[in-house]
Structures are given as C-alpha cells and as structure tokens.
C-alpha cells in the first residue's frame, strides 16, 4: 500500500519528494478521474476537465503526469501548463464549458511542499462530501493507475493544449473598467512573491500614465526573502519596505498561485485582510451600488455583519475554506464571498479566490473615490467602527491534536481577556463571542500541522490580550 491520502481543505498537499511524489500526484488523478465518472454522465465527461499547475519546483511536470492519467481514462484535458494563476485556471472551466480542474499548487504554503487542487464545473471548490468521495476513490497503490504518454495524448486529440488568458484577460475586463486606472497616475508597487500573479499587472494597466513597478517577479521556487509566499507578515516585509522606498501610494501582493491579495498603504503599513475584506464589501456596496449577500467564514471580520446591517443586505457565515464559501456563494447568488487568509470571490466572475482581481478593485476604489489606502480605511472605520486583528500560528505534532481537542471541548472558557463568552461557535473549531463583540477563535488548519489562534477586538490591546488567552487554553 502506498502513502495514505488525506483531502483537506482545497485537496491535497505535501513535501516533495516524501509523500508528494508522481506515482502519488497519478494515484490523485486516477481517484479523481474516478469520481467524474461517478457523478457525471457520459456526454458530460466529454467536456473534459482543465488541467495546469503554478510555479513551484516541477509543478508543470506534475501537471502533465495528470494530465496523463485523466487521458488514458478516456476523459478529454484541456492542458494549461505550468505558471497560470489559480483564478485563470479556475475561469478556464468556465470558459472552456469543462466540468472541473486539476491545479498543481501548494499556494501559500512552504517552498518545500506542493499540492493537488481540485475545482467542479463552476470553477469552484468542492464540498466536502464531494471531497471525500475523491479520497474514497484514490487507488490504495500505484499499480492499478491509468496512464498514456504525454505525446501520444496530445497526438491523439485527448489532451489539448491552450492559453488560458485571452479569455480570463476578456472577463477581467468586463468585471473592471481597466483604462481610467491606467491613466490615473498612481504609483502602485507589485510584490507577486516569485509567483503565479507576476506580470499581470503590468500587462493589465501597464502604458498609461500609471507605474506599475514589480519586485520578486523571476521564478524562483525558494521563496527568497519570505518564509513561504502567503501575503502577510513578515512576509510581505520586504515588499512593504520597497513600497515606501519608491514613494508607492499602494502596494498590492498576491500570493504563490495569485488566488489571494494583500494590500499596503502609501506609508508602507500593511492593511490586514480583514480589513481589506471589509474595505472590498464596502466598495461593492456603497461605490458600485451592488446589493446582494455578503458570505463570510467565521475566521474573518464582523465588519461585514455591520456593513450588512446599514446597508440592508444578509450575511452569511460559514466554515473555514472556500469548500464551504463556493457553494454558499452559489446558493444565496453573493456578491462577495472571502476568508481570512485574503481570498475574495466576486458575484459574475467564478465562486474562487481571485487575488488578481482584488487588487483591481481595490485600484478602481482608489481612483473612484480620490483616497489613499489609509483614507480609504477610515472612511471605513467612520461606518462600522474601528476593528483590530491579529493571528498566531503554532506548530504542532499530529499526536497533539486529539489531545488538545479533547481539553478544550471539556473547559470551555466562561471568559476572555476578563469579558464574559456570550456565544460560542463550535462549527470549525472553537469561536467564542465576547461581551463587547470581540472574539477569539481556535482552530486547526485543514492544510499543514497547525493549530491556529484568531482574535479581532476594537482595540491592538485587547487583540493581544485575546490571543494570549487563547494560547493558554491550547497549551
């Protein structure tokens, strides 16, 4: 039997060369060429499914090997190589009318793991029943794997080749005007963090009389200057730091595959993404005049319930992941879905992360409204109030987690930082409301081996004296 396959929240991810090895990435195919014909029917399967991978070290061969495996089960591929953003990807089953895709990336994680992304026919996450049922599928060895060479699928019309951003470059222009963003004279500083977002931005409101100045654009699967490519702190230091250097009125970051957006202000002080969140839900509403549900997961700001209260419209809180956000998105027609890691999803577009985006909206804010980043955040702050927040990630051994699962289940907390727990969330981990709205939240992420404490409050004080707390009760 062969390493033991576990789908978390997006699919499946591990260090290369140990468990992320090709007979696995196949085995991965297999089960998932598996579930497609166990879910849809014969003409459906003609579609094919969409397959392609990031930058990471050896992604585009990974993806091929896929790609490989999909074909010899007689399932058509529509083959995007190495390199593409995860929203291209993602539009591209929407695009292509394919019923899903296979994405070769480990997004924000280590520069030593990869991953294997799955996505359904709109483009989006997959629910968890839905993933569970792909694990099921996963043959327990490599032998029983399906397979054809590359060049014989291409030959035989069962992998097709093709670019996936004339389309996506087509969609993006009819979600965001791109020319009076061009022509607005910003100076804006890109940090793609050796990713799949390099050169987008330049290629999309590039020319004009907008600078549009990138750093950490080369591939390089190392990661150098950050511990991984997820757009927050320390990582996004160095990026901030250029900003503020060339005299940027805002720095935009997307992370390894591009699907999440992190932003800084023109005095190079990162906006977390809570209130990024909060300040893209105030854009749709108030600049561009949507109306529609707001879905949240319960890992991201209560900005977003006060906003749905002056505004009039539902807010919807789900579990941690888009797994849980897609479909929610879906379901109640959002115009706006995201989580704290700083994914966003946008009502016309794809029920997916898209960082690329983000930052374009964010962008179109700035010119719409005449602000700075840091104005921008008080004119939100003047609506619903000034919101903190902070995280700590701890590492722990596998063995730790039914045991620290078991104490906190038992000693649920009555208080907090010394105000009382008025609600507690046992949905995705542990969320305890408090007294004056603040909460603390305690999870595992469902990606890498650690335990995660979350807290947001109306002052940094009380932020950290939240988290303490919650740091005692996990130990």
């Known amino acids: 039997m062969d390493y033991d396959i576990k789908f978390g929240t997006d699919g499946w991810r591990g260090r290369i060369a140990e468990e992320y090895t090709f007979d696995n990435v196949r085995r991965c195919a297999q089960g998932f060429a598996n579930y497609l014909y166990a879910t849809y029917g014969p003409e459906d399967v003609k579609r094919g499914i969409v397959v392609g991978g990031d930058r990471r070290y050896a992604s585009e061969h990974f993806a091929a090997a896929a790609a490989e495996v999909v074909a010899a089960n007689g399932i058509p591929v529509h083959f995007c190589g190495g390199g593409v953003p995860t929203p291209v990807i993602s539009f591209s089953v929407k695009a292509r009318k394919a019923i899903a895709a296979i994405n070769i990336t480990?997004?924000?994680?280590?520069?030593?793991?990869?991953?294997?992304?799955?996505?359904?026919?709109?483009?989006?996450?997959?629910?968890?029943?839905?993933?569970?049922?792909?694990?099921?599928?996963?043959?327990?060895?490599?032998?029983?794997?399906?397979?054809?060479?590359?060049?014989?699928?291409?030959?035989?019309?069962?992998?097709?080749?093709?670019?996936?951003?004339?389309?996506?470059?087509?969609?993006?222009?009819?979600?965001?005007?791109?020319?009076?963003?061009?022509?607005?004279?910003?100076?804006?500083?890109?940090?793609?963090?050796?990713g799949n977002g390099a050169g987008w931005f330049s290629r999309l409101i590039g020319g004009g009389k907008t600078q549009v100045i990138e750093i950490h654009s080369e591939r390089n699967p190392s990661f150098p200057e950050m511990s991984r490519p997820e757009p927050i702190p320390p990582n996004v230091d160095a990026g901030l730091r250029r900003g503020k250097e060339v005299g940027a009125d805002v720095v935009i970051i997307t992370d390894g595959d591009a699907d999440r957006c992190g932003i800084g202000d023109e005095t190079g002080q990162f906006i977390d993404q809570l209130r990024v969140y909060g300040l893209l839900a105030m854009y749709l509403l108030d600049i561009r005049g949507y109306r529609g549900a707001i879905v949240k997961t319960l890992s991201t700001t209560s900005m977003l319930d006060a906003l749905g209260t002056i505004y009039d419209v539902p807010v919807h809180e789900t579990g941690v992941g888009f797994k849980y956000v897609a479909p929610k998105m879906i379901e109640t027609d959002a115009i706006i879905g995201g989580e704290e890691s700083g994914g966003y999803a946008f009502r016309n577009h794809v029920p997916e992360r898209d960082g690329i985006l983000a930052g374009l909206f964010f962008l179109d804010m700035m010119c719409k409204t005449k602000l700075k980043p840091s104005q921008l955040l008080q004119r939100l702050f003047d609506k619903v109030g000034p919101h903190y927040?902070?995280?700590?990630?701890?590492?722990?051994?596998?063995?730790?987690?039914?045991?620290?699962?078991?104490?906190?289940?038992?000693?649920?907390?009555?208080?907090?930082?010394?105000?009382?727990?008025?609600?507690?969330?046992?949905?995705?981990?542990?969320?305890?409301?408090?007294?004056?709205?603040?909460?603390?939240?305690?999870?595992?992420s469902g990606t890498e081996p650690l335990v995660r404490v979350y807290s947001e409050a109306t002052s940094k004080e009380l932020v950290q004296k939240i988290l303490a707390d919650g740091q005692r009760l996990v130990r």
């Open 389 to 444: 927040y902070d995280r700590i990630d701890t590492v722990i051994e596998a063995s730790q987690r039914d045991s620290i699962l078991s104490k906190l289940k038992s000693n649920l907390p009555k208080n907090v930082a010394g105000l009382d727990v008025v609600k507690t969330n046992l949905s995705d981990g542990f969320k305890f409301i408090l007294r004056d709205g603040s909460w603390l939240l305690i999870r595992f």
């Open 106 to 194: 480990a997004s924000h994680n280590p520069p030593t793991d990869n991953g294997f992304k799955v996505r359904d026919e709109n483009g989006g996450a997959i629910a968890p029943d839905g993933l569970k049922n792909i694990e099921e599928l996963i043959p327990v060895n490599h032998v029983s794997v399906k397979r054809v060479k590359f060049s014989d699928g291409v030959a035989s019309g069962t992998i097709m080749e093709f670019n996936a951003d004339a389309q996506y470059i087509e969609q993006i222009r009819k979600m965001v005007d791109l020319e009076p963003i061009r022509q607005a004279g910003l100076k804006i500083l890109v940090d793609p963090m050796w």
